[in-house]
């Protein structure tokens, strides 16, 4: 698919909402708060809900206390992602998903539409009814000690 046909695509697609094909519960992952999960079932490549939040600056995201709902789009820019899912309901919930640190656990992956300043995560794998959705953080994530190792 060429660039401006991904694009069209992550426009007209919004996917999961929270409340309407996802849900935050308690993670299935120790010590890691809540976790992303569906109430339908996924194919593999849809996409699966909206990371949800403002963009803000690098310099922003450094001064936070907390990081864990931060998700980078490019250098500059970050999505200050939503962490309190009273407050997320009826919109997208990709900022609630867990690293499960182990690649074959992983079931879907971010992407982004940086023109938009948008990201999405999308199955890299079929996805059951009640599974916990987990992507990768990046190596970079953990190695500037945004998580605990």
Not at 103 to 117: A, E, G, M, P
Not at 122 to 133: F, M
Request: glycine fraction near 10%; charged fraction near 25%; include cysteine.
């Amino acid at each position: 698919m060429k660039s401006a046909e991904k694009i069209k695509a992550f426009n007209e697609t919004k996917g999961a909402i929270i409340g309407d094909g996802v849900v935050v519960h308690k993670s299935t992952i120790k010590g890691a708060g809540q976790g992303l999960f569906t109430t339908r079932s996924f194919d593999k490549n849809e996409i699966i809900t909206e990371v949800c939040g403002s963009v803000i600056s690098r310099e922003e995201a450094n001064k936070k206390d907390s990081k864990s709902h931060l998700k980078s789009l490019s250098y500059h820019s970050i999505i200050d992602g939503l962490n309190d899912p009273r407050k997320a309901e009826g919109i997208g919930g990709g900022s609630f998903v867990n690293d499960a640190k182990d690649s074959h656990l992983n079931n879907s992956k971010f992407v982004t539409d940086n023109l938009q300043s948008r990201c999405f995560l999308r199955a890299t794998k079929p996805i059951n009814p009640g599974e916990e959705i987990f992507a990768s953080y990046g190596k970079s994530y953990w190695k500037m000690g945004f998580g605990s190792s």
